[in-house]
């Protein structure tokens, strides 16, 4: 029997290591057609080489800039002819106190964690509607249940995902277009490379002793677009077993 996954078009930011390859990987693995956007064009051309995807399923893509998200799924769909999932997944944890007026890195979450998701929506959203089906995933956080300090402003981008979110599940029923939500806790990724402050990176490498491996995320996408067309799983959140908070 042929699975909901097989053949579906998924576009993929972020894509470039982490949560993106790992998930590029097991959708490939189970029939899905990716195409991968990130900066970092060489990880994305070793992603395609290791996973055989066609030579055009990827495009380097900064999430920042609505022209190059739009063009991203436009690849998609020239080269498949549809966009079936849009897993908006770009996203960077500078933490750090507010004091510390670190106010660039709160611009540039902001800038990909937030509007990069909208601009996913945005470059999906015509298609889906004209196709009377897709998928959005957006990808949250524990932070994005949970608030604390050195946390303010990453959390804050994970709220305003889950808000975008639910306001995007409710908006896009008439179109039969599914949404997803998935919150992960600590994960073994790059992603605490991304902070800058020498004490909350102390710290956050402590919590991050305990992360599970990325496919624990890949899993959970993939159980997302496999349900049933009548099916939608709007929200998955998942710690690692050891993790309290
Ligand atoms: N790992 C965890 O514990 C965890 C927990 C909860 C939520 N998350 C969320 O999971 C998502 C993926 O993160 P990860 O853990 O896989 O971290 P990661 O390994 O650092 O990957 C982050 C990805 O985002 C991409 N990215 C960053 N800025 C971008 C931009 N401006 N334009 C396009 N792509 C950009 C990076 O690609 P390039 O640098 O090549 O552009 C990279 O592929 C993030 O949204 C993160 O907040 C992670």
Redesign the pocket.
């Known amino acids: 029997m042929m699975s909901v996954i097989e053949n579906k078009v998924v576009v993929i930011?972020?894509?470039?290591?982490?949560?993106?390859?790992?998930t590029a990987r097991h959708l490939a693995k189970a029939g899905a057609r990716v195409v991968l956007?990130?900066?970092?064009?060489e990880?994305?051309e070793s992603l395609s080489s290791e996973l055989r995807l066609h030579p055009e399923a990827m495009q380097k893509?900064?999430?920042?800039?609505r022209a190059?998200m739009q063009a991203l799924v436009d690849r998609a769909v020239n080269l498949y002819g549809r966009v079936d999932v849009m897993l908006?997944?770009?996203?960077?944890?500078p933490s750090s106190m507010l004091d510390k007026l670190k106010v660039d890195e709160w611009d540039?979450m902001i800038?990909?964690?937030i509007k990069?998701v909208l601009y996913g929506i945005a470059a999906v959203l015509p298609y889906m509607q004209k196709q009377m089906s897709g998928q959005i995933i957006n990808?949250?956080?524990?932070?994005?249940h949970k608030v604390g300090p050195g946390g303010a402003v990453?959390a804050g981008?994970?709220w305003a995902?889950r808000a975008i979110s639910e306001g995007l599940r409710q908006e896009v029923k008439p179109w039969n277009i599914r949404t997803t939500i998935?919150?992960?806790?600590?994960?073994?990724?790059?992603?605490?490379?991304?902070i800058t402050d020498s004490d909350i990176a102390a710290g956050m490498a402590k919590t991050?002793e305990k992360?599970i491996p990325?496919s624990s995320?890949a899993r959970v996408v993939e159980f997302a677009i496999n349900q049933p067309d009548d099916v939608d799983i709007n929200e998955v959140l998942f710690r690692p077993t050891t993790q309290a908070y």
């Open positions: 930011t972020g894509a470039s290591s982490g949560l993106g390859a790992e956007g990130a900066r970092r064009i990880r994305l893509t900064d999430v920042t800039d190059q908006n997944n770009a996203g960077l944890m540039r800038d990909v964690n990069g990808v949250s956080s524990v932070a994005g990453y981008t994970k995902v998935v919150s992960p806790g600590a994960v073994a990724t790059e992603l605490i490379n991304t991050y992360a990325a995320f």
